[in-house]
Structure formats: structure tokens, C-alpha cells
């Protein structure tokens, strides 16, 4: 509350001078956009949207995803940052110098506001899109760009051992309703709704639970968080906006699902509220695991991402691979989920990485809504996709 309140005195204060003198020089500092121009983007990219990147506001790291074999030696990154804002790379060379982004190499830009007192470092690199299909959850480390307190991020190793930033969650978010950090809402790595856990099926796992939002989030109608865990990003900027577009569900991939396989164990909390906090008598809380496969372009060719809004409804979806029921157990329970399309797959599509993958877990089937049981634990591990070119023996 007190940073709130901070925040809200800033405001105030910013709208007051703002009568009597003028708008002060920008103070932000981000990469909004990075792009690269090529003669025969095709050679480099999938497709054409691959050319583009859209960079949320909590990530430094850039991505570019290109073809296996791709001649990576001489590209030039070009970024679209917020008003008035400078670029230039980190070694005091040319920003628009042509880079060697081969073998793994990547380059720094530095971005500094026009006010000049503030800076950020980003790191622009290329990785070949791959499909992956076994996650064991063993690789997470804890955030630093965050603007109170660390918590649990998770990557998967692809077949080049390189780690792929696959995973999303809503930890971002519960960060916020923390609000800074003091002795009322001293909280811990740990007790953010999705953290790590040591014993896991086999290895670490993750657990997935639902929490008090507190004072902040009773102030914003937002009481509880559930412990998600999803393929794709968390846009951290909705958080206390539309919030349904915090969730950016999907990875694109170049193969077909038809299995969906995995471990679990579920408890539900005690008492079921609803978005206003009131008890719902007779309501038992339950936990969600599903996939989804879409198509990532719309009918003008622009680049779709599906989020909390849509990703069970859209006219996008082409399959899907949802579990009936997840039983309350506290022992490792074995899922098994066949893909049931509903539309065709265009070979054509899909190896360009036409179709989007979103893979999601939640400890509270209403979380999305701000609806579930405080106390409510989902514990995942040992997930795995089978795809329809699989050799029989991975099907075992």
C-alpha cells in the first residue's frame, strides 16, 4: 500500500507542475520492437513475421528465431524504442553495423532515455526454432529484472543443449500485488504461487499453488493468484489492466501433436470465493491441464497470439487435448491426453511454424478470473508431447 500511495502522491504532483512549466524530457528507456531487414528474408526465417520481434517491457534478452543452417554473419538488428531514447551498441561501435550472430554469438545494445539518466542493456542473439518434446522442469533460476524481489523463472535445453525461454507464469503479477518489499508482505522466492520443488516424479518438479493477492489485491478486485505454468510469455504491463491479455499463450512448432503426457498430483484449498471474496458454499476448487493448437496467423497475415480472452474459444483453434477430471490425489498420477483436431493441419503451414502450441497448467480452473480456492496446490512433472512422426518406440 505504501508504494501505492507513493506512486498515486507522483502522479498528483506530475499533473500540479505540469501547469506551470513544461513537460520534462522522457525518462523511459525500452526497446519496444527489434527488426531486421533482409533482401531474401525466406533464407533466414520461417516466415516473414519471424522478421520481428515484439519485446515486453520486463524482457532484455532478444531472440530471433531462424532456419537450422542459416547464414548468421552479417545481420544488423534495428530497434524501435520509446520516444526520444538513444541507442548504441555496448562496444562503442556502429549501431548499424552489420554483426557475426553465428555459432551462438550474440550483441549488446545499450538504451539510454532522453533524459539521460536512465539506461538498460539488451542482449540480441539468433537460436533455430525447434520443436521440444520432453520437459523435466530441472532447468529454473531466479529473475533480476524485477522491481521488487526475485522469483522462480523455468527454461527448457533444446537438442543443441542451448536453454529455450518455452515457459511462462503469472509470478510477475503476484510480484505487483506485493507491492514493495517490507515487513507487512515480506515474501520469499518460494512462496510465490509457481516454484520449484525437489521432489519431484522424477527430479525436481514445480508446484503450482493458489495465493492471497493481499491488502493490494483486495484494493483492485484481484484477491487471489493461482500457480500457472504455460508455454509462452506473461506481459507483465497488463497486470492491472486487461488483465486476460497477461497471458500469452503458444510456441509455434513445425510438427503435429497427438499425445499429451505427464504427472500430477492435486489438492484443492478450502474455501472457494469469488472475484468479490465471498465464500461459495458447496464450490470445490479444481485444477486445469490442457493443450491447445492454433493457427498463429489471422486471415490479413498478421500474427495472432491467443490469451486468457480466447484460448478456449477461438475460431483459431484447431485441436486440442484436454483431461476430464483432476482427481484430488496426493500421489504422482499418470496422464495420458490423445489431440482431437477439429480442422485440418496444411503440411505447408505447419513446417513453415505456421500453428501455435500452448501447453497449460493451473491450480485453479477460474484463476484466470480472479475465482479459487486460496491454498489449492497443482503439482506437475515429467511432461511430454508425442508427435504424429514419432518413432514408435517414443510412444512408449
Not at 521440444?132 to 543443449?161: I, T
Request: some cysteine.
Amino acid at each position: 500500500m505504501k508504494g501505492l500511495k507513493i506512486v498515486l502522491g507522483a502522479l498528483c504532483c506530475t499533473a500540479l507542475c505540469s501547469c506551470f512549466k513544461d513537460e520534462p524530457l522522457n525518462s523511459e528507456c525500452d526497446v519496444e520492437q527489434a527488426y531486421i531487414h533482409a533482401d531474401n528474408p525466406t533464407a533466414l526465417f520461417f516466415n516473414v513475421n519471424d522478421t520481428l520481434v515484439n519485446v515486453l517491457t520486463t524482457e532484455r534478452n532478444i531472440k530471433f528465431k531462424v532456419l537450422p543452417g542459416a547464414d548468421l554473419t552479417a545481420l544488423t538488428p534495428h530497434f524501435r524504442v520509446t520516444e526520444g531514447a538513444t541507442v548504441r551498441a555496448a562496444d562503442g561501435s556502429a549501431v548499424d553495423a552489420p554483426r557475426d550472430f553465428s555459432g551462438g554469438k550474440s550483441v549488446a545494445y545499450t538504451v539510454t532515455s532522453q533524459d539521460g539518466q536512465w539506461s538498460k542493456t539488451y542482449t540480441v542473439s539468433m537460436t533455430v526454432r525447434e520443436d521440444l518434446s520432453v520437459f523435466d522442469f530441472e532447468n529454473f533460476s531466479l529473475s533480476s529484472e524485477y522491481a521488487y524481489r526475485p522469483f522462480y523463472e523455468w527454461k527448457e535445453r533444446n537438442a543443441a543443449g542451448e536453454l529455450s525461454e518455452f515457459w511462462a507464469t503469472g509470478n510477475a503479477g503476484f510480484d505487483i500485488s506485493m507491492g514493495e518489499e517490507n515487513e507487512e508482505n515480506h515474501v520469499g522466492a518460494d512462496q510465490f504461487p509457481t516454484v520449484p520443488i525437489a521432489d519431484g516424479y522424477e527430479g525436481h518438479g514445480v508446484k503450482l499453488t493458489t495465493c492471497d493477492t493481499g491488502p493490494f489485491g483486495t484494493l483492485v478486485n484481484m484477491r487471489i493468484a493461482a500457480g500457472n505454468l504455460f508455454s509462452g510469455r506473461f506481459n507483465v504491463d497488463e497486470a492491472l489492466g486487461e488483465t486476460m491479455k497477461t497471458t500469452m499463450f503458444g510456441q509455434p512448432m513445425s510438427r503435429k501433436p497427438v499425445k499429451f503426457i505427464g504427472y500430477y498430483k492435486y489438492k484443492p484449498g478450502k474455501d472457494f470465493q469469488n472475484r468479490m471474496g465471498e465464500i461459495q458454499q458447496g464450490v470445490v476448487d479444481k485444477g486445469d491441464i490442457y493443450c491447445v493448437v492454433y493457427r498463429n496467423v489471422d486471415s490479413n497475415g498478421q500474427s495472432v497470439v491467443l490469451d486468457g480472452n480466447n484460448i478456449r474459444s477461438s475460431s483459431l483453434i484447431v485441436g486440442t487435448a484436454i483431461i476430464d477430471e483432476v482427481k484430488v490425489t496426493d500421489e504422482w498420477t499418470r496422464f495420458e491426453i490423445p489431440f482431437t483436431y477439429t480442422k485440418d493441419i496444411d503440411p505447408a503451414i505447419l513446417a513453415a511454424h505456421g500453428y501455435n502450441l500452448a501447453i497449460v497448467f493451473t491450480s485453479s480452473y477460474r484463476g484466470a478470473s480472479f475465482e479459487g480456492a486460496v491454498g489449492s496446490t497443482l503439482w506437475i512433472d515429467s511432461v511430454k508431447l508425442i508427435w504424429d512422426d514419432d518413432d514408435d518406440d517414443d510412444n512408449q
